[in-house]
């Protein structure tokens, strides 16, 4: 089946650096991926929607200067956050789907803790 | 803006017993999802739903949408012990197979 990879799962960064992670998806292309964050016991939340070669859609209330979106080829997308503070630890996840009827297939996650 | 709102956000429910959860939203759509997650890990996706009237069923688990009425359900039949995670119910918002909008997930503990 289709699979997402996420890289890395986990990540602890100190306040005021970059991190970067990164979203594959394995045996199929994906002209467009999504970003989606979780807070604990909490929902998912759309945060901006990845197209490959042109620039990435945001959502209402994304700051698109903290959270860059590359997606550079048909399998990878990438999601930077910038200048990280502890209000930006949380859990991070993307997704993509093989055609238009699939479900949206995501990766591992990746949980960022900001100190 | 769509609301999609789930019902009950926490079940805990004795092994062998039934139950439902539900799964309103706001707006017209007829793509929607159901996804697992357990804790700390990301979404595994159970059914999709594309069409009034769809009913899937994997295992003890049967899924089936209503349209007209904006409403989802997951029927869990005669629950076990592993069926304890939490399920979100997601929305095909604009109906292109894009931007999901997810409910507020319910919580089900499954008891021995």
């Known amino acids: 089946g289709a699979v997402v990879s996420q890289h890395p799962s986990r990540v602890i960064c100190k306040s005021g650096t970059s991190v970067k992670i990164e979203c594959r998806s394995l045996?199929?292309?994906?002209?467009?991926m999504f970003w989606y964050r979780q807070f604990p016991k909490q929902s998912l939340m759309l945060m901006a929607t990845?197209?490959?070669?042109?620039?990435?859609?945001?959502e209402q209330g994304v700051e698109k200067d903290k959270f860059l979106i590359n997606h550079a080829s048909l399998t990878l997308s990438t999601l930077t956050v910038t200048s990280a503070h502890p209000e930006d630890s949380s859990f991070y996840i993307c997704?993509?789907?093989?055609?238009?009827?699939?479900?949206?297939?995501f990766g591992n996650g990746t949980r960022l803790t900001v100190t | 803006e769509l609301k999609v709102e789930q019902n009950p956000l926490f079940l805990s429910m004795q092994e062998g017993k039934n139950y439902t959860i539900y799964c309103n939203y706001s707006t017209t759509s007829d793509r929607l999802y159901w996804y697992r997650q357990d804790p700390g890990k990301s979404l595994e996706s159970l059914f999709v739903l594309l069409s009034n009237g769809a009913v899937k069923q994997e295992g003890r688990l049967m899924a089936s949408l209503d349209t007209k009425a904006r409403l989802s359900t997951l029927h869990i039949t005669a629950a076990v012990h592993d069926l304890s995670a939490t399920y979100f119910c997601a929305v095909d918002e604009t109906g292109t197979a894009s931007k999901l909008t997810f409910g507020t997930g319910t919580r089900l503990q499954v008891t021995l």
């Open positions: 997704s993509a789907r093989t055609d238009y009827n699939s479900p949206l297939h």
């Open positions: 045996d199929f292309q994906a002209t467009t």
């Open positions: 990845s197209n490959e070669g042109s620039k990435a859609t945001y």
